[in-house]
């Protein structure tokens, strides 16, 4: 009898279709803030691909569940299950996670989804985010950031920024612009706009034309200098607990690699578009908008390869990211450089490949 019993309860349990996957996932971006898009964007499709019976993502616009900067550990603990974000936020934790965001005059959005799809990248930032348990699927890119915006100056030449208050997201960044003679005001993005009218900064960065945009920063700066040299291109994605990830099946955990790498593609796309709307706004609105010269971008370029050496050089696992980066730069070269001007970007002269390899040791 007790050998029928337990074959009766394995077909019951065989015959029971397993419970669906339920998860709640937010984001660093509140909904003022057009960057929850891509966010948006891969949650739909994700819940498109995916069979109900197997996982729904639920979604919370930033700020709703927890403030933006905790929505790492609370993807950590377990808390919630998914979290939208840009790696430089967690910069705090491992300076490795600043190259996997965004970097200082090298990759542009193509050189990220190229670096992710077929150099290696995807690999590193699982390795990196790995380390505090976490998955993560790269989803989201834009190109270059709008730069920055002021109040009461132009930024016309480098001189320009010396003792200026500028809002400025990165570690590398920050100690870029030092050297430049600026200093360094952190902040979350909700707060740069009430920042920016009382005076306690002198200018901002943030993101795109049209995340700018979207943030109301045209009713409260009259100059804008281009190009964002600090921030070449931004990546995004979502943090995903481990133990959540491995609850699911193949099928499912493909499905939402999948929706990444569309949303990735699309990002591109929409971003480029409605940047190229916005400039023309911010243009008929009145701002002023400068370029630096080419000159003064390659002195940039050069403090941007001496500083990205100096922060690799601190963290094995970050030099290890750069190296990997910057490997992929000089191999790309060879074809994106012979193939110029009917290619995809520039091949920038960057750090020193040898150097930051020693330190990734």
Not at 45 to 50: F, I, P, Q, S
Not at 235 to 246: Q, R, T
Request: with cysteine.
């Amino acid at each position: 009898m007790k050998h029928l019993l337990s074959t009766a309860a394995v077909a019951v349990a065989v015959a029971t279709p397993a419970l669906a996957e339920n998860w709640t996932m937010t984001s660093t971006w509140p909904s003022s803030l057009e960057l929850i898009e891509i966010d948006k964007h891969w949650v739909d499709l994700a819940n498109k691909l995916v069979d109900d019976d197997k996982l729904t993502i639920e979604f919370y616009e930033g700020g709703s569940l927890v403030p933006a900067g905790e929505v790492f550990g609370a993807v950590e603990s377990g808390t919630i299950q998914a979290g939208g974000d840009w790696p430089g936020y967690w910069a705090g934790r491992d300076s490795a996670f600043s190259p996997l965001s965004t970097t200082a005059s090298l990759f542009n959005a193509v050189d990220y989804i190229n670096w992710i799809q077929e150099w290696g990248g995807a690999e590193l930032y699982n390795e990196v985010y790995g380390k505090f348990g976490m998955v993560y699927l790269p989803y989201g890119v834009t190109n270059n950031e709008s730069g920055f915006r002021t109040v009461n100056k132009a930024i016309r030449t480098t001189d320009d920024l010396k003792g200026l208050r500028l809002r400025l997201s990165g570690l590398e960044q920050g100690k870029l612009l030092e050297k430049l003679g600026g200093n360094q005001v952190s902040m979350a993005g909700g707060e740069i706009y009430q920042s920016l009218e009382r005076g306690v900064i002198d200018g901002a960065e943030f993101s795109t034309p049209n995340v700018d945009w979207s943030g109301g920063f045209q009713q409260v700066t009259k100059y804008w200098s281009t190009p964002g040299w600090h921030q070449s291109s931004s990546l995004f994605g979502v943090m995903i607990n481990k133990g959540a990830w491995d609850a699911l099946d193949a099928e499912t955990q493909e499905k939402l690699q999948i929706a990444a790498d569309a949303t990735m593609l699309w990002s591109l796309a929409f971003t480029e578009k409605r940047a190229t709307d916005a400039y023309t706004e911010f243009s008929n609105a009145g701002i002023e908008i400068t370029r630096l010269d080419d000159a003064t971008l390659e002195n940039i370029q050069n403090l941007a390869n001496a500083t990205i050496e100096e922060v690799a050089c601190e963290n094995p696992l970050s030099a290890k990211v750069y190296a990997s980066q910057i490997g992929y730069l000089q191999n790309y070269a060879q074809w994106r450089d012979a193939s110029a001007p009917f290619n995809l970007g520039r091949t920038p002269m960057g750090p020193d490949l040898a150097k930051i390899e020693a330190c990734a040791q």
